[in-house]
C-alpha cells in the first residue's frame, strides 16, 4: 500500500476483480470495502474499471460493487 500511497498522484486507473473465482468485489479474500474507504480518504479521482463474473444476478453484483466503491 506504500508503493500506491507514494505514487498516487501518478496512478490514473485501478482494475479489480476479487480472488478466488474473479467475482464481483466483496466475494473473495479481497478486501476492497477496506481498499474503497482507503481511495476516498486519500482522495484518489481516476478511474476503477471492474472486471467480474457475477456470483448470482448480474443486477444484483453490480449493485454490491457500486455499494463498495461509490
Do not use: C
Not at 508503493?3 to 464481483?24: K, T
Request: glycine share 10%; net charge neutral; charged share 25%.
Amino acid at each position: 500500500m506504500a508503493e500506491i500511497e507514494s505514487n498516487l498522484d501518478l496512478i490514473g486507473y485501478f482494475h479489480v476483480a476479487d480472488v478466488p473465482g474473479r467475482h464481483q468485489p466483496g466475494t473473495g479474500k479481497i478486501d476492497y470495502r477496506a481498499i474503497a474507504d482507503w481511495l476516498k480518504r486519500a482522495r484518489f479521482r481516476g478511474f476503477i474499471g471492474m472486471e467480474f463474473f457475477p456470483h448470482g444476478p448480474a443486477e444484483i453484483a453490480a449493485r454490491a460493487a457500486k455499494e463498495i466503491f461509490l
